[in-house]
């Protein structure tokens, strides 16, 4: 089982940045897709981004494309997301996620019924 621990949230003004940070221990995440997720306020939680498992190629939905970047160090067995340009909308909690399957698509990430891990998740709060 591998424990995910996300880091690097806080509370922004709109237009700010952001890190995020996801750090993987347990076992070896390096071929595994991972991802980013977030839940608003009463919200479900949606996809956010993913990244296949040597990082050459990336998803994004369509509310951050653009403004956000995610990527990975295997080295180091963490993923990151940079979020630039933040808004209002973006408030949440984030979500890290590896992918129960082992060499599958950026795009497999928007399914989170096929998550095999979560991590606790980090705030990210953007005033206006």
């Known amino acids: 089982q591998v424990q995910l621990v996300e880091s690097g949230g806080g509370s922004v003004q709109a237009g700010g940045s952001l890190r995020l940070s996801c750090a993987a221990s347990g076992r070896t995440v390096g071929v595994y897709a991972m991802g980013w997720f977030r839940q608003a306020p009463g919200k479900e939680r949606e996809f956010v981004a993913g990244?296949?498992?040597?990082?050459?190629?990336?998803y994004y939905a369509v509310s951050v494309k653009g403004r956000s970047t995610i990527s990975r160090d295997n080295a180091k067995n963490t993923v990151y997301l940079q979020m630039n340009s933040l808004k209002p909308e973006d408030t949440a909690v984030y979500y890290c996620?590896?992918?129960?399957?082992?060499?599958?698509?950026?795009?497999?990430?928007?399914?989170?019924?096929?998550?095999?891990?979560w991590g606790q998740g980090t705030q990210v709060a953007v005033s206006s």
């Open positions: 996620a590896v992918h129960g399957v082992p060499l599958t698509t950026a795009q497999a990430m928007e399914n989170m019924r096929e998550m095999g891990s």
């Open positions: 990244i296949n498992w040597n990082g050459g190629l990336t």
